[in-house]
Protein backbone atom coordinates (compact mmCIF):
# COMPACT_ATOMS: atom_id res chain seq x y z
CA UNK A 1 0.00 0.00 0.00
CA UNK A 2 2.45 2.36 -0.95
CA UNK A 3 -0.15 5.32 -1.13
CA UNK A 4 -0.93 4.68 2.63
CA UNK A 5 2.57 4.86 2.82
CA UNK A 6 2.89 8.40 1.25
CA UNK A 7 -0.11 9.72 3.16
CA UNK A 8 1.03 8.56 6.46
CA UNK A 9 4.63 10.22 6.00
CA UNK A 10 3.29 13.47 4.50
CA UNK A 11 4.93 16.36 5.53
CA UNK A 12 1.16 17.73 6.31
CA UNK A 13 -0.06 14.68 7.95
CA UNK A 14 2.29 14.92 10.67
CA UNK A 15 2.28 17.96 11.47
CA UNK A 16 -1.45 17.83 11.76
CA UNK A 17 -1.20 14.58 14.19
CA UNK A 18 1.78 16.80 16.10
CA UNK A 19 -1.22 19.39 16.40
CA UNK A 20 -3.92 16.55 17.71
CA UNK A 21 -1.42 15.37 20.02
CA UNK A 22 -0.57 18.79 21.56
CA UNK A 23 -4.20 19.91 22.21
CA UNK A 24 -4.61 16.39 23.89
CA UNK A 25 -2.53 16.58 26.62
CA UNK A 26 -4.84 17.13 28.66
CA UNK A 27 -7.46 15.34 28.61
CA UNK A 28 -5.97 11.99 28.43
CA UNK A 29 -9.68 10.15 27.37
CA UNK A 30 -10.09 9.40 23.62
CA UNK A 31 -6.57 10.48 21.93
CA UNK A 32 -6.73 11.16 18.48
CA UNK A 33 -3.20 9.67 17.73
CA UNK A 34 -2.12 7.59 15.12
CA UNK A 35 -2.59 4.44 16.71
CA UNK A 36 -6.63 5.76 16.85
CA UNK A 37 -6.49 6.12 13.15
CA UNK A 38 -4.93 2.93 12.42
CA UNK A 39 -7.64 1.21 14.42
CA UNK A 40 -10.28 2.70 12.55
CA UNK A 41 -8.66 2.04 9.11
CA UNK A 42 -7.95 -1.49 10.22
CA UNK A 43 -11.81 -2.26 11.68
CA UNK A 44 -13.31 -0.30 8.63
CA UNK A 45 -11.51 -2.67 5.98
CA UNK A 46 -12.69 -5.88 8.42
CA UNK A 47 -16.24 -4.21 8.06
CA UNK A 48 -16.03 -4.72 4.95
CA UNK A 49 -14.11 -8.10 4.74
CA UNK A 50 -16.36 -9.54 7.14
CA UNK A 51 -19.33 -8.50 4.95
CA UNK A 52 -17.79 -9.72 1.80
CA UNK A 53 -18.83 -6.26 -0.03
CA UNK A 54 -14.60 -5.57 -0.94
CA UNK A 55 -15.63 -6.36 -4.81
CA UNK A 56 -19.25 -4.30 -4.03
CA UNK A 57 -17.28 -0.97 -2.89
CA UNK A 58 -14.57 -1.31 -5.58
CA UNK A 59 -17.13 -1.38 -8.78
CA UNK A 60 -20.33 0.53 -7.38
CA UNK A 61 -17.08 3.41 -6.33
CA UNK A 62 -15.44 3.21 -9.77
CA UNK A 63 -12.39 2.20 -8.24
CA UNK A 64 -9.76 0.26 -10.27
CA UNK A 65 -9.26 -2.73 -8.43
CA UNK A 66 -9.17 -4.25 -4.84
CA UNK A 67 -5.75 -2.78 -3.55
CA UNK A 68 -7.44 0.29 -4.90
CA UNK A 69 -10.20 -0.12 -2.64
CA UNK A 70 -8.18 -1.15 0.41
CA UNK A 71 -5.90 2.50 0.20
CA UNK A 72 -9.34 3.72 -0.15
CA UNK A 73 -10.45 2.47 3.09
CA UNK A 74 -6.94 2.87 4.72
CA UNK A 75 -6.88 6.55 3.79
CA UNK A 76 -10.26 7.21 5.09
CA UNK A 77 -9.05 5.60 8.23
CA UNK A 78 -6.01 7.42 8.82
CA UNK A 79 -7.29 10.35 8.02
CA UNK A 80 -11.05 10.59 9.37
CA UNK A 81 -9.77 12.50 12.94
CA UNK A 82 -7.19 14.87 11.35
CA UNK A 83 -8.72 17.85 12.12
CA UNK A 84 -9.57 17.46 15.71
CA UNK A 85 -6.85 19.54 16.82
CA UNK A 86 -8.93 22.74 15.09
CA UNK A 87 -12.25 21.70 17.02
CA UNK A 88 -10.61 21.89 20.26
CA UNK A 89 -8.89 25.30 19.35
CA UNK A 90 -12.22 27.01 17.78
CA UNK A 91 -14.84 24.97 18.12
CA UNK A 92 -15.28 24.07 14.38
CA UNK A 93 -16.62 20.73 13.19
CA UNK A 94 -13.50 18.39 13.51
CA UNK A 95 -14.85 16.06 10.26
CA UNK A 96 -15.79 19.03 8.12
CA UNK A 97 -12.05 20.85 8.85
CA UNK A 98 -10.69 17.36 8.45
CA UNK A 99 -12.44 16.67 5.05
CA UNK A 100 -10.64 19.67 3.36
CA UNK A 101 -7.32 18.81 5.23
CA UNK A 102 -7.97 15.15 3.48
CA UNK A 103 -8.40 17.06 0.04
CA UNK A 104 -4.81 18.86 0.34
CA UNK A 105 -3.03 15.96 1.33
CA UNK A 106 -4.03 13.45 -0.99
CA UNK A 107 -3.28 14.13 -4.10
CA UNK A 108 0.53 14.37 -3.00
CA UNK A 109 0.10 10.40 -2.07
CA UNK A 110 -0.83 10.10 -5.50
CA UNK A 111 -4.90 9.89 -4.82
CA UNK A 112 -7.00 10.62 -7.95
CA UNK A 113 -10.03 12.88 -8.22
CA UNK A 114 -12.55 10.05 -7.39
CA UNK A 115 -10.70 8.26 -4.92
CA UNK A 116 -9.96 12.02 -3.15
CA UNK A 117 -14.10 12.79 -2.94
CA UNK A 118 -14.71 9.22 -1.90
CA UNK A 119 -12.56 9.77 1.04
CA UNK A 120 -13.41 13.17 1.77
CA UNK A 121 -17.00 12.62 2.24
CA UNK A 122 -16.23 9.87 4.77
CA UNK A 123 -14.32 11.88 6.69
CA UNK A 124 -16.92 14.38 6.73
CA UNK A 125 -19.71 12.14 7.32
CA UNK A 126 -17.90 9.69 10.13
CA UNK A 127 -18.82 11.60 13.22
CA UNK A 128 -23.26 11.28 12.85
CA UNK A 129 -24.90 8.71 11.31
CA UNK A 130 -27.70 9.55 8.65
CA UNK A 131 -29.73 7.54 6.52
CA UNK A 132 -28.09 9.25 3.11
CA UNK A 133 -24.59 8.79 3.95
CA UNK A 134 -22.06 6.81 1.63
CA UNK A 135 -21.28 3.58 2.05
CA UNK A 136 -17.34 4.06 3.26
CA UNK A 137 -18.81 7.10 5.37
CA UNK A 138 -20.88 4.22 7.25
CA UNK A 139 -18.53 1.81 7.40
CA UNK A 140 -15.89 4.10 9.21
CA UNK A 141 -18.84 5.84 11.57
CA UNK A 142 -19.04 2.14 12.62
CA UNK A 143 -15.00 1.91 12.95
CA UNK A 144 -14.84 4.86 15.27
CA UNK A 145 -17.60 3.83 17.51
CA UNK A 146 -15.92 0.26 17.59
CA UNK A 147 -12.47 1.45 17.75
CA UNK A 148 -12.99 2.60 21.44
CA UNK A 149 -13.79 -0.03 24.53
CA UNK A 150 -15.12 2.77 26.92
CA UNK A 151 -16.43 0.44 29.80
CA UNK A 152 -12.83 -0.08 31.19
CA UNK A 153 -11.12 3.42 30.56
CA UNK A 154 -9.25 5.19 33.65
CA UNK A 155 -11.29 8.33 32.18
CA UNK A 156 -14.68 8.01 31.55
CA UNK A 157 -15.74 9.81 34.94
CA UNK A 158 -14.53 12.44 33.14
CA UNK A 159 -15.82 11.38 29.23
CA UNK A 160 -18.36 13.18 27.52
CA UNK A 161 -18.97 10.53 25.76
CA UNK A 162 -19.17 7.78 27.89
CA UNK A 163 -22.41 8.76 29.27
CA UNK A 164 -23.92 8.84 26.09
CA UNK A 165 -22.62 4.93 24.86
CA UNK A 166 -24.20 2.20 25.17
CA UNK A 167 -21.84 -0.11 26.82
CA UNK A 168 -22.52 -4.05 25.94
CA UNK A 169 -20.75 -6.29 23.65
CA UNK A 170 -23.41 -5.93 20.95
CA UNK A 171 -21.82 -2.93 20.12
CA UNK A 172 -19.07 -5.25 18.69
CA UNK A 173 -22.19 -6.60 16.32
CA UNK A 174 -22.83 -4.47 13.21
Same mark, same amino acid.
Given at each position: MKRVE??? #????? *??????NHEEELEPK? @????????? #?????? !???????????????? $??? $?????GKEVIYAAGLLHD???????? *??????SFGSRLAREILPRAHFNPLEIDLISRA???HRNIRQD? $?????????ADNLSRVCRNCEYNE? @????? #???? *?? $? #??? !?
Open positions: LLI #NDEFY *TEYMRRF @CQHDFQHHL #NVARIA !YILILEQNLLAYFVKE $SGL $SGKLAIGKWQEYR *TGIDHAVYEM $SFLGERLHRQ @CPKFK #NKEL *TI $S #NFE !Y
